[in-house]
């Protein structure tokens, strides 16, 4: 893509490179993606940049059904099956919600994306600019190996200020779920593996 000539230095500046494995965090509140990387000689990932969200439907809280405008939280993963290069928003990558704990929990809805474009209807618009960025690191990793990469999604990030004020809040439960493999990754710089029991996520030792 045309971009890729403008991030190599970025890149290089990180010891990164097109195709090097990537991961994604995403914040509701605060409208901001981050694009997480890993150089070839550490197992930790680093910061290559963090985006702007520029739309982002519903409020804090998980998607429950079809049609409720939600953007979901949760723990997911993109395989290159679906990525999308002809999207109607320019580029677009589906997150694939519902997973496993969604579906566990009765949870309904279809094609929520990462895309292009400043309109949300359930997914994180990105700008058509930002997009190419963000799908052009996304795609050279899968092309390189990476036979999916994580996306996680946080209704905010998880501070311990953040969670004292969401006591008595109606997902606080859920979200005290979540907060674990955000911590986790906070802690460490390495993605969890997510499995799904009990109708809990659980959080163990993965290679990315």
């Not at 679906?82 to 579906?103: C, E, K, T, V």
């Not at 899968?142 to 994580?150: L, S, T, Y």
């Not at 006591?167 to 997510?194: A, D, M, S």
Request: aromatic content about 12%; hydrophobic content about 35%.
């Amino acid at each position: 893509m045309k971009v890729e000539p403008l991030l190599k230095p970025a890149l290089a500046a990180k010891s990164l490179k097109m195709g090097s494995p990537v991961f994604i965090r995403a914040f509701k509140q605060e409208r901001e993606l981050e694009l997480w990387m890993k150089p070839a000689d550490s197992e930790k990932f680093v910061l290559f940049k963090t985006y702007p969200i520029a739309a982002a439907s519903g409020k804090l809280g998980p998607k429950q059904a079809e049609g409720d405008r939600q953007v979901p939280e949760g723990f997911y993963f993109v395989p290159p099956s679906m990525m999308n290069p002809r999207s109607r928003f320019h580029l677009a990558f589906n997150i694939g919600y519902p997973n496993q704990f969604d579906r566990a929990h009765g949870r309904t809805g279809s094609f929520i994306m990462v895309h292009g474009s400043d309109v949300s209807i359930g997914c994180l618009a990105m700008t058509d600019q930002k997009i190419e960025e963000i799908y052009s690191l996304c795609d050279a990793a899968h092309r390189a190996g990476q036979k999916f990469f994580r996306v996680h999604i946080f209704p905010f990030r998880m501070s311990e200020e953040k969670m004292r004020q969401c006591r008595g809040h109606r997902w606080r439960p859920f979200w005290k779920n979540l907060e674990k493999g955000y911590r986790w990754f906070e802690e460490k710089r390495t993605i969890p593996n997510v499995s799904v029991q009990d109708k809990r996520y659980h959080f163990g030792n993965a290679q990315d």
